[in-house]
């Protein structure tokens, strides 16, 4: 089980930076990848950024550039730090985390992946 806690949220004028937080606890050595998704009203939940417990990073096409997702060596915490905010890029902004756990018995192996999300946190880009 994983747990996720965002913060960072808020307001800001377009042309901006805000920087989300998003701390993990729990079975934090089985996180695989770690990613950022939002939703706006209307909209599908959407990846905006990802990364995985190597280092790679990937980015929605709508946000290469100016934003940039990272964590700490521990994987315990994850940031978004987005630079140039638009007013399309206000949405709810989830934290997600992906674990994979394997198991053997009489023979057999398994593979478990499961995902885990946070609350959510309120972007909002306006002037």
């Known amino acids: ?22 701390a993990a606890s729990g079975s934090i050595d089985s996180i695989t990848a770690r990613g950022w998704y939002r939703q706006a009203p209307g909209n599908q939940r959407e990846l905006v950024a990802s990364i995985t417990s190597d280092g790679s990073t990937s980015y929605a096409d709508s946000v290469k550039g100016r934003f940039t997702i990272s964590g700490d060596d521990s994987k315990n915490t994850v940031y978004l730090q987005m630079n140039s905010l638009k007013p399309e890029d206000t949405a709810v902004y989830y934290c997600n985390a992906e674990t994979r756990t394997s198991s053997r018995s009489g023979g057999h192996s398994r593979l478990y992946v499961n995902d885990y999300w946070g609350q959510g946190t309120q972007v909002t880009v306006s002037s």
Do not use: M
């Open 1 to 22: 089980q994983v747990q996720l806690v965002e913060s960072g949220g808020g307001l800001v004028q377009p042309g901006g930076s805000l920087r989300l937080s998003c």
